[in-house]
């Protein structure tokens, strides 16, 4: 049986450089099948069953330099748990040195490999040098934490012949490991880590929040216990200085526990090292509330969690219920009503999960239409309402009770045009309320405490361009920002959320200046590190989030037409089938709850997409669809 790799399976004739593959549908044996040829690239059929895993072999007795250097490059791509295969490929002290887990180069195509000329006139080197060549297209760093990278990728690789044996071996190896993107994506999958936001408290509860930290890990050597230890270790770089862990610095998996899995009761034990012997029960149901959320990414019918130290001693356990009352997270929360604005101006509501349409107008005076709003947000509790109106200048904020006035508006921008005032609100679990003034002359991004409070500036990093749009994370550690670039287009990035813990209702920072007033308060939040989140859009024109960590984005790639697609918050391209096409879509509207329709408004006004359907018409008449956020 041949093992067929996607992207970069190379055929060279006359060497003995072997797959082996292992798996169920091998009913547990191997088979193995020569490879060989001279050092190109060719296509490959993708393998479809995920089940099988795929290992390299050892280099053959008198293999060549090419044979040698090939050998190494489809090692790097087996599902060798340590990489011990392409560690023969090298010298003893280089195997040694290698640390392939630190970093992983991902390459349009799988890396070429040329020979190395030295110039004219140098001196040859002892040995053989190649160097390996592609296009980038993203790094993942020693924390599993993917990031884009664009450019020319060049690294030299040299060998050299052992004085007695006479066999060629890698010296001086790449660092980490390198290989296309096919490859990348048989060999990695995206999964999301937990930890909870030091800034966000969930609304009145005051429950802690959870943040999810996307990483990749290799899919098919013991993801579960990778995952795991990728936990214990800490958020990516990233996301570190706005969450916190709960478990104690230190804490690992005791020595020696590899392939965690769950039992027939779908119930995991996790057994921890003294570093965490000493935590009380809350502490404790915090931590095993991270590992619920976190594993339940591979394991979606995981229950429970069991906890234990040195000796087997019982922390804690936890089920899955209990850890949603433990911790807020917002792919937990399914909103109650979908919202629009219909023909006559009215806030409308409609049952989330419903089929129907119509709806009926929210109490008070957003659904009375005695104001004409441009774009409409509804806190995640469903008891308040805010919009911005029609001319783009004024934002209110409103009670959804019956007989509640219009209040005064909380803010009014000066721009000139309605293009350049206020874009959407949005809000936080913690019940603030964000909204980015595109005013040319003094743009800003504010958040209003409670929603009712004095405006505070959100210090800005510098950004290619004025914001267009702004979708805050329920989390309220992160903010997607649409920036209009040069020629037209339009960039999603993704910003870091920090500070800002002591803004009070009243707009002030507690020390008794005013925060409202854009005068650099050391305790307004500031937006920091923003990062591409769909690189390869040149123009985006409509988002939402869509879990937690990805959203939904309307926009067009360069040179295409537009699309309607799902992007990870880390840049990295997501897996599976993008919405049904939606022409001429205006707005897009998606609950961090998975279950929950998508909703767009498009030249047929208000339209779902219910799972397993096509897009149904809601309202012809409505706009600005949002779900509570």
């Given at each position: ?51 099988v ?22 090692a ?10 392409a ?6 002290e ?10 992983a ?14 110039p ?46 006479r ?81 104690p ?13 769950p ?7 996790v ?19 991270q ?67 119509g ?30 109106g029609?001319?783009?200048r ?8 019956a ?19 206020l ?11 964000w ?55 339009q960039?999603l ?26 005068d650099?308060?050391?305790?307004a ?46 840049g ?30 498009s ?20 706009t ?6």
């Amino acid at each position: 049986m041949v093992a067929d790799r996607e992207g970069g399976a190379r055929r060279t004739p006359g060497r003995a450089v072997t797959y082996a593959v292992c798996g169920a549908v091998l009913l547990g044996g191997c088979a193995s099948m020569p490879d060989s040829g001279d050092l190109r690239n060719v296509e490959s059929t993708p393998r479809q069953d995920t089940g099988v895993r795929v290992f390299a072999v050892p280099p053959a007795e008198g293999a060549t330099v090419n044979d040698i250097m090939q050998g190494f490059l489809e090692a790097l791509t087996s599902d060798d748990p340590h990489y011990d295969t392409a560690r023969k490929y090298l010298t003893a002290e280089a195997a040694r040195a290698w640390r392939p887990e630190d970093s992983a180069t991902v390459l349009a195509d799988s890396p070429g490999a040329l020979p190395d000329t030295p110039p004219p006139g140098r001196e040859p080197n002892p040995g053989r040098t190649y160097v390996l060549s592609g296009s980038r297209v993203a790094t993942v760093d020693a924390r599993q934490a993917y990031a884009p990278a664009h450019g020319d990728f060049r690294a030299k690789v040299h060998l050299t012949q052992d004085a007695k044996s006479r066999q060629w071996r890698i010296d001086a190896p790449p660092e980490g490991v390198v290989m296309g993107k096919s490859d990348f994506q048989r060999n990695y999958t995206s999964v999301d880590k937990y930890y909870f936001a030091t800034r966000t408290r969930a609304g009145t509860s005051e429950d802690p929040v959870a943040v999810a930290d996307p990483v990749f890990v290799r899919s098919k050597v013991d993801p579960m216990t990778q995952l795991v230890r990728s936990l214990l270790i800490g958020p990516t770089r990233w996301l570190g200085p706005v969450v916190r862990s709960s478990f104690p610095t230190g804490t690992a998996l005791r020595n020696g526990t590899t392939g965690l899995a769950p039992d027939d009761k779908n119930r995991l034990t996790v057994p921890l090292n003294a570093k965490a012997a000493r935590v009380g029960r809350a502490r404790c149901r915090e931590m095993a509330t991270q590992l619920l959320f976190t594993l339940r990414n591979l394991a979606p019918t995981l229950e429970s969690v069991d906890l234990r130290g040195p000796g087997d001693d019982q922390l804690c356990d936890l089920t899955e219920s209990s850890a949603d009352s433990v911790a807020w997270r917002a792919s937990a929360q399914s909103p109650d009503y979908l919202y629009f604005l219909d023909g006559k101006h009215r806030l409308i509501r409609l049952p989330a999960a419903g089929a129907g349409t119509g709806g009926t107008p929210v109490p008070g005076a957003f659904g009375e239409g005695v104001r004409q709003f441009g774009s409409v947000a509804v806190s995640r509790d469903e008891r308040t309402a805010a919009g911005v109106g029609a001319d783009g200048r004024s934002l209110y904020v409103t009670p959804l009770a019956a007989d509640a006035p219009l209040e005064q508006p909380v803010l009014t921008s000066q721009g000139p045009t309605e293009d350049t005032r206020l874009t959407r609100p949005g809000w936080d679990a913690r019940g603030d309320l964000w909204v980015a003034d595109m005013n040319p002359a003094r743009p800003r991004l504010y958040v209003v405490p409670r929603g009712t409070g004095k405006p505070v500036a959100v210090t800005l990093p510098e950004l290619p361009g004025p914001i267009r749009d702004v979708r805050v994370a329920a989390d309220g550690a992160r903010v997607a920002l649409v920036v209009a670039v040069e020629g037209g287009k339009q960039s999603l990035l993704i910003g870091r959320i920090e500070g800002g813990d002591s803004v009070s209702a009243d707009g002030n920072d507690g020390t008794g200046g005013n925060g409202g007033s854009g005068d650099g308060s050391a305790e307004a939040p500031a937006v920091v590190a923003a990062r591409p989140a769909a690189p390869d859009m040149e123009l985006v024109t409509a988002m939402s989030w869509a879990g937690d960590s990805r959203l939904v984005v309307v926009g067009r790639e360069q040179g295409g037409v537009h699309q309607m697609r799902y992007v990870q918050v880390d840049g990295s391209v997501l897996e599976g089938p993008a919405p049904a096409a939606l022409s001429r879509v205006k707005a897009i509207a998606s609950a961090e709850d998975d279950r929950v329709p998508l909703v767009a408004c498009s030249e047929d006004g208000i339209v779902r997409l219910p799972s397993g359907a096509q897009w149904q018409k809601v309202d012809k008449d409505g706009t600005a669809p949002v779900y509570p956020g």
